[in-house]
């Protein structure tokens, strides 16, 4: 008998793939704008800018390290999960500028649509039991091992990586991105309720 409080492999394969497909949209409207973020994804950026190596094969890397402590503090399940909408989703960053140009963009509409648009692939992903990794994992891993809050472990990851933006892009840009990187965990804030969503 199905359980209703489960999600099918179907159910999950179009939830990772819906999830990595906007967060690649997100990350190409990001990046066409030349602007930063948090997290892991905004440590690709920096290194993508810093470097000229293309976003995607940097954050595919860039996630390597972290599937380790995933597996220890959260499970196979959920590492394999993860792996693929990584993977996905640094393929499909290489493929949307092919496929999607911006004539006109206003920089702060495209940090708001970059927002709502990761909040929304985040939330498909952890609805579908994945992530795309990083720092969120390093965040769970030390609260259950020292007691220091994940969500302080992510702020201050956060402040570093804006910090060091301010070297490779100037102050208003750095402050329009940091515009989307709230929307972005406003979205997430707002409707990612564990009690009011149990599927997995």
């Known amino acids: 008998m199905t359980d209703p409080n489960r999600h099918s492999l179907l159910e999950d394969a179009q939830g990772i793939a819906y999830g990595a497909g906007m967060a690649a949209f997100a990350i190409t409207i990001l990046t066409h704008l030349g602007l930063v973020t948090g997290q892991t994804a905004g440590l690709a950026v920096l290194i993508s ?38 993977g996905l989703m640094s393929g499909l960053v290489m493929l949307f500028p092919r496929w999607v140009d911006f004539a006109h963009l206003d920089p702060v509409v495209g940090a708001v649509l970059f927002g709502a648009i990761s909040g929304s692939a985040l939330l498909a992903l952890f609805r579908h039991g994945a992530s795309l990794g990083g720092v969120g994992i390093v965040a769970l891993y030390l609260q259950d091992k020292t007691g220091f809050r994940a969500g302080w472990t992510q702020l201050l990851v956060d402040l570093v990586i804006f910090a060091i933006a301010l070297a490779l892009r100037d102050a208003v840009t750095v402050a329009i991105s940091a515009l989307g990187a709230l929307v972005v965990n406003l979205v997430i804030a707002v409707n990612h309720r564990r009690d009011r969503y149990v599927a997995t």
């Open 49 to 86: 800018y810093a470097t000229g190596w293309g976003f995607g094969p940097v954050f595919f890397v860039v996630n390597l390290p972290f599937y380790w402590l995933g597996y220890r503090r959260i499970g196979a399940v959920f590492v394999l999960k993860t792996f693929l909408a990584v």
